[in-house]
């Protein structure tokens, strides 16, 4: 049981706790904290009649000032579409070609596509716009799809192997695993391929396989492997390859033949956005 | 070599009455032993004078004032749309205009140079002739001397002052004291009212003001400086000098006994002491003990102490005292501008040397020359293009469908001068190397650009370089601009690729 008794030190009365001899004075509390205190209490009380505080069953006390987070966001957002309208506008009306030959409305295109590819595109194409293995290079001239303003337009649009009805699509057959192929005329077909792209091939493999690429292979890629853009099929006489130049890659693109998704954007953005987006991953590229 | 001069009389008994003691000395006497933390702020009255050094500090006073009240609204004319006014600080352009030079954010060393000049000026004058700055031109002083000058108007000299003060409060008193208040207040909003005009566009910000719809920095400055000068000129006046400046602090490192100064010659003075008229002079010194030097200083000080930390080297109680040598009909300058050298000499019965060319003032006066050598030549050579070059970071390259390999940069050129330049930017150091801007298919040597007048313009640049010419990591290169009257060029590094091949 606690018992109070006066310090002898201090002349202070303890509260009577004790803990291993240790015992607590009980000095009152500095007048300016209590003052500070009181007031905290009386702020709170008025806030509560102010702005939404306590939660009820169904809902939450309104306060009388009306005050929303939720309609702060909506007005700050329909504020800021009101400071853009003018540019906005500007992009809505202007061709794809026009606002890229407009250093102004460029300048414009490429603030907002930056912010919008770091946002969306960036995830699979990365920061830098490079991409990865079986994630397509942005920045470069290599276009499976076209590269041309109206073509990018379009892929961000419809997406690739994506639900919209006019998506791009394109299938490279899994010669290997839907067993259309042997596993020995897909290996003198990669070395085919290696000789396409103009690196030291197996001329034996080369001649076996040269019928083998006219009969299954031509019909997309073309008779010299130089793609096509309208299908989709890639060129593969050049440098860039999206599953990797290694002759195991190649193998293993002709047995399983994989094709990514891209999803269409259409219903994401708004069409001044599309048109910013397509600008800025244009005008970073190659150049089509 | 330190020297400890001082001439600080044995204190008197305190003060009875109202006989005119210095400041200094009634809080002396006003101070308990040991004194306290907070010496509170004893009035001082200085009395006006008349004579050489208070009609030159009229002359500085009314020159100073006008510079800086008529700056603003010197207008010169400049190409475009560029402001018109001869001196501006142009925050929201970030541009400093002075005349016909015009500073960009970038060039900043310049008005660091500036201070430092103006340091090093101080250091020489005041190793020289003491405190001039001070007694002078200071706007402590010159915004003092004007509210001095205003309460003599409304509340009289000296004496009269005194007695207002001492007065209970009448309907005489009352206006005197509302009026002076009310005038200073004037006097402080026009200082503050002034300033922004450095800042903006003076007539247009001059109409804006009065409608209310100037720029809130423009408001917040104006009273802030309004109260400044209210206060600093109007109640605390001398204490701005001895507590908040550290200039006092610092200048005991300048002077030294050849320094000019203000200066109470006690060889001539002393022994001091009241004089009846037609008494003889000899036995004796000069002065009469009238403490007409300790009426007039406005630090409130006796200059016959010695020189002091207080003593801003003005001057008035040279003044002060001549009217009255020449009353008792004895030589003036018994106090006057002079060295504690000369002094000494003097009062050992050697002639007074007076040397100006002293180490430290050769040592000064080289700085302040070799320093605005370098600011002359740093203007004169200043360009008017400039080319600072931002290697793209992600991605560091990019490799193309034949190999060849891509670098982005972003080059951001300025124009420093009036008018618009057509630019060519081109790439040294690798032949091979072809250019083009973001958007357009075309790729050349060169790009050209446009840069408006007083502007940055940043230009992307993608340089490609075919394999072949792939054969270092780091291939170096130069960006070259050209105007049609200049050239810059910035080096940077081209990444081929090759440390981390596909």
């Known amino acids: 049981m606690s018992k109070r008794e006066t310090d002898e030190v201090t002349g202070v009365e303890t509260t009577g706790h004790e803990w291993d001899g240790i015992r607590e004075l009980d000095n009152p509390l500095p007048r300016w904290w209590l003052y500070v205190f009181y007031a905290g209490i009386v702020v709170a009380i008025v806030y509560w009649v102010l702005m939404p505080a306590w939660p009820g069953v169904s809902g939450y006390t309104k306060g009388v000032l009306g005050q929303s987070d939720r309609a702060d966001v909506v007005r700050e957002l329909q504020g800021l579409k009101e400071l853009r309208g003018a540019q906005a506008a500007k992009l809505q009306k202007a061709s794809l070609e026009e606002i890229e030959a407009d250093p102004e409305l460029q300048a414009y295109a490429q603030a907002i596509g930056q912010s919008v590819f770091g946002d969306n595109c960036a995830t699979c194409h990365g920061t830098g716009g490079v991409g990865t293995k079986g994630y397509a290079n942005l920045r470069d001239d290599v276009w499976l799809w076209g590269g041309s303003l109206s073509d990018i337009h379009r892929t961000i649009e419809v997406g690739i192997r994506a639900d919209h009805p006019d998506t791009r699509f394109s299938q490279m057959p899994a010669f290997g695993r839907d067993q259309m192929l042997t596993s020995a005329q897909i290996s003198d077909l990669t070395e085919y391929v290696v000789m396409l792209s103009r690196r030291k091939a197996d001329a034996a493999a080369v001649a076996r396989a040269a019928p083998i690429y006219e009969a299954q292979c031509a019909s997309c890629h073309g008779p010299a492997g130089l793609g096509d853009q309208t299908k989709g099929a890639p060129n593969l006489t050049d440098q860039e390859w999206l599953y990797g130049s290694s002759r195991a890659d190649i193998r293993g693109q002709i047995w399983a033949g994989k094709g990514g998704v891209m999803p269409s954007w259409k219903n994401r953005f708004d069409p001044e956005t599309l048109k910013a987006l397509a600008v800025y991953i244009h005008a970073n590229a190659g150049g089509q | ?502």
């Not at chain 2, 660091?112 to 020489?124: E, K, P, Q």
């Not at chain 2, 001397?145 to 003599?152: K, N, S």
């Not at chain 2, 002094?343 to 006066?365: D, M, W």
């Open chain 2, 1 to 502: 070599m330190t020297v400890v001069i001082d001439r600080t009389q044995p204190s008197k008994p305190a003060p009875t009455g109202k006989g005119p003691v210095s400041a200094a000395a009634r809080v002396r006497a006003s101070g308990g032993p040991g004194g306290g933390l907070y010496k509170p702020r004893t009035p001082i009255y200085p009395k006006l004078v008349h004579g050489r050094w208070r009609a030159i500090k009229w002359a500085v006073l009314i020159a100073t004032l006008a510079i800086y009240y008529v700056t603003p609204w010197i207008r010169w004319s400049r190409p475009g749309n560029l402001p018109d006014q001869a001196v501006l600080v142009d925050f929201a352009g970030r541009r400093f205009y002075f005349f016909d030079i015009q500073l960009w954010p970038q060039e900043v060393h310049f008005i660091t140079g500036l201070l430092v000049i103006a340091a090093l000026a101080l250091f020489l004058v005041t190793a020289l002739f003491g405190r001039l700055w001070c007694g002078y031109s200071c706007p402590q002083t010159v915004w003092t001397d004007l509210f001095i000058y205003v309460e003599r108007m409304f509340e009289g000299d000296r004496n009269a002052r005194m007695r207002l003060d001492v007065a209970p409060w009448s309907f005489n008193k009352a206006w005197r004291k509302i009026g002076k208040h009310a005038v200073w207040l004037a006097i402080a909003f026009a200082t503050g009212g002034a300033w922004i005009f450095y800042f903006h566009d003076a007539p247009s910000l001059l109409s804006d003001f009065w409608i209310g719809q100037g720029p809130i920095t423009g408001y917040v400055f104006a009273a802030l400086l309004t109260f400044t000068t209210y206060v600093f000129a109007g109640m605390m006046r001398e204490q701005v000098c001895v507590y908040m400046c550290p200039w006092p602090r610092i200048q005991g490192a300048m002077l030294d006994t050849n320094s000019l100064q203000v200066t109470y010659r006690h060889d001539r003075g002393e022994p001091r002491g009241a004089h009846k008229k037609g008494t003889d002079w000899s036995g004796r010194g000069d002065c009469v003990d009238c403490n007409q030097c300790v009426t007039a200083c406005p630090m409130g000080i006796d200059i016959r102490d010695g020189s002091q930390l207080e003593c801003i080297n003005c001057g008035l109680c040279i003044d002060a005292c001549d009217e009255v040598m020449i009353k008792v009909d004895r030589p003036t300058a018994l106090i006057a501008y002079d060295t504690d050298a000369a002094v000494e000499a003097r009062a050992a019965g050697r002639p007074a040397v007076y040397r100006l060319v002293r180490s430290r003032t050769v040592f000064y006066a080289v700085a302040l020359a070799a320093v605005s050598a370098l600011m002359v030549w740093g203007l004169a050579t200043r360009t008017t293009l400039d080319l600072h070059v931002l290697r793209d970071r992600n991605p560091v390259f990019v490799r193309l469908h034949d190999g060849a390999v891509r670098n982005g940069y972003t080059l951001k050129v300025a124009n420093r001068s009036f008018q618009p330049e057509r630019m060519t930017i081109a790439l040294e150091g690798q032949p091979a190397a072809v250019l083009k801007t973001p958007g357009s298919t075309a790729t050349a040597k060169t790009i050209a650009v446009e840069v408006p007048a007083n502007e940055v313009r940043a230009v992307r640049v993608f340089v490609s370089l075919p394999p072949e010419a792939l054969s270092a990591p780091n291939l170096p290169a130069t960006f070259v601009v050209r105007s049609s009257r200049e050239e810059t060029r910035t080096a940077t590094t081209f990444l081929s690729g090759a440390a981390n091949s596909q």
